[in-house]
């Protein structure tokens, strides 16, 4: 019992922790800690990786005019089709 608590109370120590380092990283744009820390072989300091926030959200790309409207009709054979340009 006892050490289920605390294997519980270190999990929720990690996670909370984990979240404070990516907020941490949204605002500012770099690490709390240098990974110099916890990888000795690689270069201290800033890292080039781009904000999240800046990296626009794939549904907020507008597709084009010709892509925007989709005609669906049904042939002579029963099948339904779908197409951006209209039955002719």
């Known amino acids: ?24 990283y949204l605002k500012t744009g770099s690490f709390p800690v240098s990974p110099s820390t916890f990888f000795p072989d690689m270069s201290s300091g800033s890292s080039n990786l781009r904000r999240l926030s800046e990296i626009p959200a794939l549904n907020s790309v507008e597709p084009p005019d010709d892509v925007k409207t989709t005609h669906k009709w049904q042939d002579e054979n029963g099948n339904w089709n779908f197409s951006n340009q209209q039955e002719k």
Do not use: D
């Not at 289920?4 to 404070?20: D, N, Q, W």
């Open 1 to 24: 019992m006892l050490m289920g608590s605390i294997f519980r109370s270190l999990l929720i120590l990690i996670f909370v922790m984990a979240i404070g380092c990516y907020l941490f």
